[in-house]
């Protein structure tokens, strides 16, 4: 009875993860899932062109330049309390119910700013907003490792990347256009979230129980690798560290502009259409660079492209504003999958929610830290501080990242080298 058990699970399970049709976009779950991944970008940055805007709509309020520049990381803050346990619930309750549950709240919390009458009240709609992110994030990220493996699973998460800078740009290039009109208007494009449901309803379906528990193959749960926890919390750290740096872009840059004379709504919806334009081009090529370089050699070259793109924005000249964005986004676009890939390769099938949870809650520590470091550090050594020490602090990141890449490289040459030698008898003798 129990073998006929355990067949019936095993063929549940080969079932659920079958081949995926050919190119991988064309499954439908892909395309829902891509549309949940675009709605992080959506959750944040949505509004930055329309922060200069709000600060002044809001002027009475004595703490209106701090509530403002919190506007955006505020949904960070939810998300890094709620995530963890929200993957949690979708390892034991399944990860369909929350995700859809988890747009619908998107929609509701997103489009609040519309109507609140008040900085505060708007804030707090922004850590609803954060609740939601959290489901939607935790359960997505979940799901591609239930749903894909193997050379799919990397595709797919570099198209996680693609599909959140495309999204990015089609939603702040909105945002830029409507704040030039209303500060309140870029909140609307949260509604836009509602046409995803109906997809995300018919194609998203919760794996077989046994595939999160008693059907998991060794190779696939990361059976026989016990520090897989030390080296997620290590990938955890780093995300957030990256995510914080990143984050001066959509927090600090429309400030930067409107200091230095530009329309600053305008000017940052550019500026930050090219940098998600030139992030989605290059996400796209990271399965092809990573199988090249491998995962540290990627890390090395997107640190250096954000360093590059840091020590172009003092500059503030047009032309250097978005080869700055370009670089920044190039960079930030090609480490980004790996951290996606390389923690659904560490956590057991059964700790996926956990883990993504756990990767959802650095990306938004990072963001939310932002503002609450950069500000500071903008009035007491000016934007062009903060920009050189940030790009030496990536500098130093790529130089680690590159050292550790070419050290394993000559451990496994060496270890090559030595199986390929025959032994001397007299390597034995003393």
Known sequence: MQELRATQELRATQDFRATPPHPIWRDRRTVALLMAASLTTMA?????????GLERLFSGDPNAAMLTR???????LSVALCAPLAGLVADRFGRRAMLLSGTILFVIAGCAGLVLPDLPTI????????????????????LVGDYFTGKDRSALTSLQISARNFGGLIFISLAGWGATLSPRLPFAIYGLAAAFLPLMWIAIVDPPRSAHSR??????????????RA????????????????????????????????NSAAMTGAALGVLMLSGGGFALLYPRIQRAIGHLGIFAMGYVAMALGFLLLPFATTASTFAATA???????????CFIALTLGLAPLRR???????????????QFCSPLLGTP????????????GTALLLMAMAVAAGAVGVLSWLNLRSALTSKRMPVSPRSSLP
Do not use: C
Request: avoid cysteine; proline fraction near 8%.
């Open 70 to 76: 919190l506007l955006v990381p505020a949904p960070a």
């Open 231 to 262: 080296r997620l919390a290590l990938l955890v750290l780093l995300q957030a560290l990256t995510n914080m740096i990143f984050f001066v872009m959509p927090t600090q840059l429309s400030f930067l502009l409107e200091e230095r004379g530009y």
């Open 123 to 142: 804030f707090a709609s922004r850590l609803v907003l954060g609740i939601a992110v959290a489901l939607i994030m935790t359960a997505q990220t979940a």
């Open 327 to 337: 670089a920044i986004g190039t960079g930030y676009a090609l480490v980004s999958p």
């Open 377 to 388: 550090l903008i009035a007491r050594y000016g934007f062009d501080g903060l920009f050189h």
């Open 352 to 366: 996926r929610g956990l883990a993504g949870g756990l990767l959802t809650t650095s990306v938004f520590i990072g």
């Open 44 to 52: 944040n940055a949505t509004i930055s062109p329309a922060l200069p």
């Open 215 to 228: 059907g998991a193959k060794p190779a696939d749960s990361a059976a026989g690798h016990p520090p897989w």
